[in-house]
């Protein structure tokens, strides 16, 4: 009875905590946005609700391209990118669903300053070297396989081991008789 008790009390405090921990992700209009602050040039996953189609596509200035949501069941999900040069602020989502249009907002937080402002790719070629491949990419790549001297090495070699062979074999077969 002691470890019911235990464990119906370990249920009710689990549920308590799930219930006011706060959210990772910000709902507003049936859109709701994980992680609920995005800094620039962050991704974030969309989900939608109240679309009874099973695609969409979501639509926002602080987006870099429209993302497209798919699902079923009234729930829609998707991804994409915030613009690594929108300051930050509120800005509206708008989902178009084949039968209705949703909309939410989007809260950008402010650049973090431990971020590389730069670009996301290089712009120039990156001074690295060439390492060991420099100089297999300048030789020639056909293959090198045994030429006339190894055949002929083989064949010497082939022959003075059978000589061993039978010499060895003979100097046995006198020792026995």
């Known amino acids: 009875m002691g470890s019911t008790k235990a464990t119906l009390?370990?249920?009710?405090?689990?549920?308590?905590?799930?219930?006011?921990?706060?959210?990772?992700?910000?709902?507003?209009?049936?859109?709701?946005?994980?992680?609920?602050?995005?800094?620039?040039?962050?991704?974030?996953?969309?989900?939608?609700?109240?679309?009874?189609?099973?695609?969409?596509?979501a639509h926002s200035a602080a987006f870099v391209a429209q993302a497209r949501l798919a699902g079923a069941g009234g729930t829609l999900a998707g991804e994409t990118r915030v613009r690594s040069s929108i300051g930050p602020g509120t800005y509206d989502v708008e989902i178009a669903c084949?039968?209705?249009?949703?909309?939410?907002?989007?809260?950008?937080?402010?650049?973090?300053?431990?971020?590389?402002?730069?670009?996301?790719?290089?712009?120039?070629?990156?001074?690295?070297?060439?390492g060991?491949?420099?100089?297999?990419?300048?030789?020639?790549?056909?293959?090198?396989g045994p030429g006339t001297v190894h055949a002929v090495t083989g064949l010497v070699l082939a022959c003075a081991a059978a000589a061993a062979v039978a010499v060895l074999g003979a100097r046995c077969g006198r020792g026995r008789g």
């Open 132 to 144: 060991g491949t420099a100089r297999v990419a300048a030789t020639d790549a056909r293959p090198v």
């Open 98 to 130: 084949a039968d209705a249009e949703v909309k939410g907002r989007i809260t950008v937080a402010a650049a973090s300053s431990g971020r590389p402002t730069g670009p996301a790719s290089p712009v120039a070629p990156v001074p690295a070297g060439g």
């Open 9 to 57: 009390g370990a249920a009710v405090f689990a549920a308590a905590a799930v219930a006011l921990a706060p959210s990772a992700y910000a709902q507003d209009g049936g859109v709701s946005v994980s992680p609920s602050s995005p800094a620039p040039g962050g991704d974030v996953a969309l989900r939608v609700s109240g679309c009874a189609s099973r695609t969409a596509t």
